[in-house]
């Protein structure tokens, strides 16, 4: 029987993994991008989530390596593809390869980063094979939805709560979801604990990402890594902008509407939906929703029956990403 | 026991299958140029030769359609991303996803659409889904790879034929023998088979590329439904030019190479171009060149132990391919 593995243990695990794994072949100039976005670090949620998973039911994690980085490979060619699309030129502090070599590099390094997830996930070994590949492939569709949904709303100012909650499920909760079911998947879980862990990463992605929206318009410059208010300079459809709009008078509401469907991209702006945002109480309301979220997230993660030190490593999780400040 | 089909039936069958198979889905905005793409027509080779290997091994064709779809999905989301990168207006005649829809709808209905042709590739009974997955993921990555070493050859002018050959078999090759070998699985082939399949895969697929290089240049207007010379403009390296720089006089070699590094895009300098390659008699020698390949390749199909009759629709489809004007 091996120890239990404290979330800190897997996190190392999963650092040391990245460092050893080398991303490279030839021809260089198709996978240094690869390499490149592999190498630029993150906090491995995706990978450091599956492997407590498999844990939780008994799995050994480090018979998981390959669908661990599988996971993380597919979520960095989202990430790659993603700052193609929005012309990013800063992904983690540093140039995104859209901007280092530019379009067609991107896409087609993105391209193969694809096919190489699906290279580790069909590796892994101690899961049935067409199993594995049809939860991916069910997810990796997920995710494409979801970002198509998000780039509709682009051109809509009538996003309801609901529509949006179902687009930031797919865009975010899915793959949370798809990396704790590849893990359950390993550790041989048994099928009453599925729907638990359904509802765990469902609620946990969706108060990820309404964080996100919060953390983009009320973060810190210092610890968020980025200038605040990026949504705002992009008439992005956020979690704060559509609450605000179903709460505001209809004063503010015309006002809103007249400020996100400008090109305006000045800090002006972004102070004036700040205030609209604070005198509607936006914060809170966000946080609150937030918390609702991880509450869900910890009554379903407390509904799966293993006993409470299997749990801990994926219980802390859920309280770092709580407190996190990017 | 089956009748045997002939190429014609098959191809007939090819047809009605993606007739019949509804590509759409939710969000209609990302699956709508998927539909678009696969709907352009086309002439279907890949599915047809993996049912037609398929059959050749005994298998039933009707029993490898999922196979035979998963791999044009995948042939075409090529596409879709080639006609990204190369900013192509037209794709058979009709306007390209990039040019209808836009450069990010092309991003990620492209995605998708990798995604979609996995979908396919799993859901095939009959084989193993980590033999087929690998097998795929190994032909996917290959031919990303010769895409990568074509845009690398761009900005050389010292490519060498073998250098040539090598990327040409990634890029096309290296897809028809993944269709011959999904057909060969589905089929159960006898391991003794497969090197021949290869062979006949390899010298078919470069057959297939340089005939293009040829038609791109010396193709007619009104069969290759397209303008010649494209490849000129865009100082492409081909087999065509290749050959000639080895084989020009020292004026002559200057000259192309002037000619070929400038942006210049008229009908005058495809005109001088092909003057050089007439002088130098480079029609023939792709045309000996092309021949010598299919003839390789019909000496590796008659290798194949199996009777002449299972034979016949691969046979048949060579001397269609070698014989087409587009």
Redesign the interface.
């Known amino acids: 029987m091996n120890p239990i593995l404290s979330l800190n243990d897997i996190q190392m695990h999963v650092q040391n993994l990245f460092q050893q794994e080398d991303f490279n072949s030839?021809?260089l100039?198709?996978y240094a991008p690869i390499e490149y976005t592999l190498r630029l670090g993150g906090k491995r949620i995706r990978p450091v989530m599956l492997l407590a998973s498999c844990q939780m039911f008994g799995g050994d994690i480090r018979q998981a390596n390959n669908a661990a980085i599988g996971i993380e490979v597919f979520h960095n060619f989202t990430l790659l593809?993603d700052d193609?699309?929005d012309q990013s030129p800063l992904r983690r502090g540093q140039e995104t390869v859209y901007r280092k070599w530019g379009?067609?590099a991107a896409?087609?390094s993105?391209?193969?980063m694809?096919?190489?997830a699906?290279?580790y996930i069909?590796r892994q070994t101690g899961i049935?094979?067409?199993d594995s590949?049809?939860m991916f492939?069910t997810m990796?569709?997920e995710v494409?939805?979801g970002?198509?949904?998000d780039?509709?709303f682009e051109n809509r100012s009538d996003v309801t709560t609901e529509e949006y909650l179902d687009m930031i499920y797919l865009k975010t909760a899915a793959l949370f979801n798809g990396a704790l079911r590849l893990g359950a998947m390993i550790g041989h879980a048994p099928q009453e604990a599925l729907p638990h862990l359904f509802q765990f990463g469902k609620h946990l992605g969706l108060a990820f990402q309404i964080q996100d929206d919060l953390l983009d318009t009320y973060g810190d410059l210092s610890s968020f890594g980025k200038q605040p208010g990026q949504d705002i300079r992009d008439n992005k459809k956020t979690m704060l902008l559509i609450t605000a709009l179903n709460q505001a008078s209809e004063t503010q509401q015309k006002r809103l509407k007249e400020l996100i469907s400008n090109n305006d991209t000045s800090e002006h702006k972004v102070r004036q939906v700040k205030a609209i945002y604070d005198s509607l109480n936006i914060p809170t309301t966000m946080e609150n929703l937030i918390n609702k979220h991880y509450t869900q997230a910890a009554e379903a993660l407390n509904a799966i029956p293993v006993s409470d030190n299997y749990r801990q490593p994926l219980l802390q999780l859920m309280q770092e990403l709580l407190h996190r400040a990017n």
């Open positions: 030839e021809p100039e198709l593809h193609l699309m379009a067609n896409v087609l993105g391209d193969a694809l096919i190489m699906y290279q069909v049935s094979p067409s590949i049809l492939n990796a569709q494409m939805q970002q198509q949904y780039i509709n």
